[in-house]
Each structure stands twice: as structure tokens, then as C-alpha cells.
């Protein structure tokens, strides 16, 4: 299996903080006072809260929660192709398009840099699967 560097663990480490206190930041004040809220708002604001939490298990453990920042990015990505740039195209962009925007590109941009490709490769494509049947019983 590819190593990854001290160094590497530190950035990840640092990222998963950034994650956390961004993330806390925003919405966890909304999570706990909130107000009258639609079920896809509240549903967002409980997502972005577990990633928080999920993001402090990134600091002891950033190859284990690797899955966490793919997350991040694969979600990120699809909403500005899918969302955002429709909206921008479109001229339809407001300040809260705008913000968000601006918080995706932040992470489409920072999580390829940070995440560690070789080790992703090696974990998660090339490595051989969990198996599917059960193990015959003795």
C-alpha cells in the first residue's frame, strides 16, 4: 500500500479542522435555534452538521475518513455543474448563489490538492473488494 507521508497527515489534519470549524460555524447555530425551516432546508443543515462532526474523526484518523472528503468533493462538483453553472450561464445568480459558489469552488479546488491520489488508487480501486458470500459455516 502507498505511504503517506507525515507531512501529508498534517495537511489532511488541517483540512479536516477547516471543514470542521467552517462547517460548525455556519450551521450549527442554525441547527440548534432553528426556526421555522423546509424539510430539504433542515435536511442540509443536519448533513452539513454531521460532516462537522464526522470532520473531528478526520483529525485523529485522516486516511480512515478519506471517504468524508470525496464526499465533499464529489457533492461540491456536481452542484456547480449542475446548479451553479446553470444559474451563472443564466445571469440568475443572487448572494446566496453567489456564496455557494463561492464555498464549492473553495473545496473543488482545495480537497484535489490535499487528498492524497496515489493512496486513493491504491485503497479504494485497485485493492480487492470485501467479500460478497458468506463464509461456510463449520
Known amino acids: 500500500m502507498n505511504q503517506v507521508s507525515t ?7 488541517a483540512t479536516y479542522l477547516l471543514m470542521f470549524v467552517g462547517l460548525a ?6 441547527i440548534i435555534r432553528h426556526g421555522e425551516l423546509s424539510v430539504s432546508q433542515s435536511a442540509v443543515r443536519s448533513i452539513l452538521g454531521a460532516v ?7 483529525i485523529r484518523y485522516p486516511l ?22 446553470p444559474l451563472w450561464l443564466g445571469n440568475q ?7 455557494s459558489i ?8 482545495l480537497f484535489p490538492i490535499v487528498i492524497p491520489w496515489p493512496y486513493v488508487f491504491a485503497s479504494y480501486v485497485k485493492r480487492r473488494g470485501d467479500r460478497w458470500a458468506l463464509e461456510p459455516r463449520a
Do not use: N, T
Open 102 to 109: 463561492k464555498a464549492c469552488l473553495m473545496g473543488v479546488i
Open 7 to 13: 507531512f501529508r497527515l498534517y495537511v489532511l489534519r
Open 52 to 58: 462537522s462532526l464526522l470532520a473531528l474523526l478526520g
Open 64 to 85: 480512515q475518513m478519506l471517504p468524508l472528503m470525496l464526499f465533499e468533493l464529489v457533492w461540491k462538483s456536481i452542484w456547480l455543474i449542475a446548479m451553479g453553472l
Open 25 to 30: 460555524y455556519y450551521y450549527w447555530p442554525g
Open 93 to 99: 445568480v443572487d448572494a446566496e448563489v453567489h456564496e
